[in-house]
């Protein structure tokens, strides 16, 4: 059970990191200040195989709306993937990636909607760019500098992701210590290194809690974890970089109201002073985070 007092106990250990500044830029030209509040990431999949079935989208006139309605809602960037990260689903090549999803991204950007495209594939970044995408969600660092390249030519953010293998589709098993900052620190001082050595000027550091490794699937096991990152997330800032979290959601204990799950975790990613907050339910998050916004000490 989560107490007052662990929070306290954690803030201290660490307090050195808890107010460091992070960097703030802006992205397709609308100032991020993460420093300040979270933002909200919304989520269209392309990918029948998505699990969460209210951000599926089978057709680019639903995802081109859905994309539209996220912003209204109150997120001023739209995460678009093509490819579902879940380890049994089917594998998207790049022709299909880029037949699903640049016309949508050309569709919500010429409407002015800020757009990020996941992939691990430079072939799929290179061409989401060009129609018109001002991110990149990069899921896996093997092809990774290729991508930072690409991202630098067209003066776009990067979501550099925490990935134990090639890619979020080929990964190895997640190393479960009690303590998950230390080696995330290792990945993302690297990642960090080759981005900005390929010109890369937006910057900003996922965990990869949302990602799929066979030996997680105890679900106390993996809750766990994930509780315990979202709460040390405020340790990363000593990268100088914001961090995104994808927002899980916890099935084995939210059953039937599993939609409630990633408004819960938000508060610990708020908690944890996360930048830019990735969710399927921006309406109820978006609320979660304005309630939050009203205390007064």
């Known amino acids: 059970m989560l107490r007052l007092e662990d929070f306290a106990e954690l803030a201290e250990r660490h307090a050195d990191d808890l107010n460091k500044p ?30 969460y079935r209210e951000s599926v989208c089978l057709s680019a006139e639903q995802a081109i709306q859905r994309g ?4 209204e809602q109150g997120s001023p960037l739209v995460d678009l993937g093509a490819e ?30 800020l757009v990020s495209a996941e ?10 760019l060009e129609a018109g995408a001002c991110a990149l969600n990069i899921t896996g660092p093997k092809h ?16 550099i992701c925490h990935v134990q293998g090639d890619n979020v589709r080929e990964v190895n098993d997640l190393q479960l210590d009690n303590d ?24 900003l ?6 990602f799929y490794y066979r030996n997680l699937q105890d679900s106390g096991e993996r809750v766990c974890y994930q509780m315990r990152t979202f709460l040390n997330t405020f340790r990363l ?12 959601h916890a099935f084995e204990y939210f059953g039937e109201e599993v939609r409630c799950a990633e408004p819960f975790f938000a508060v610990l990613a708020a908690l944890g002073k996360t930048g830019l907050i990735r969710t399927h339910e921006v309406p109820r998050t978006r609320a979660v985070l304005e309630t939050m916004g009203a205390w007064r000490a």
């Not at 790049?94 to 699903?100: G, N």
């Not at 998950?180 to 910057?203: N, W, Y």
């Open 237 to 248: 800032r000593q990268l100088g970089w914001p961090v995104c979290h994808a927002l899980p």
């Open 22 to 51: 992070v960097a703030t830029f802006d992205i397709g030209g609308r100032e991020f200040n993460f420093n300040k509040r979270p933002h909200l990431m919304g989520v269209v999949n392309l990918s029948s195989d998505s699990w």
């Open 144 to 159: 990774a500098p290729e991508q930072y390249e690409l991202a630098a030519m067209h003066n776009a953010a990067v979501i």
């Open 84 to 113: 579902s990260s879940v380890l049994e689903s089917a594998r998207a090549d790049e022709a299909l990636q880029q037949s699903l999803l640049l016309p949508v991204v050309e569709a919500l950007s010429s409407r002015g909607v």
């Open 205 to 210: 550091i996922d965990p990869g809690l949302g």
């Open 119 to 128: 992939t691990y594939l430079p072939t799929v970044a290179r061409a989401c």
């Open 68 to 71: 539209l309605t996220l912003r």
């Open 180 to 203: 998950p900052i230390p080696q995330m620190l290792d990945f993302f001082s690297r990642e960090i290194d080759a981005a900005k050595s390929a010109g890369v000027t937006r910057i």
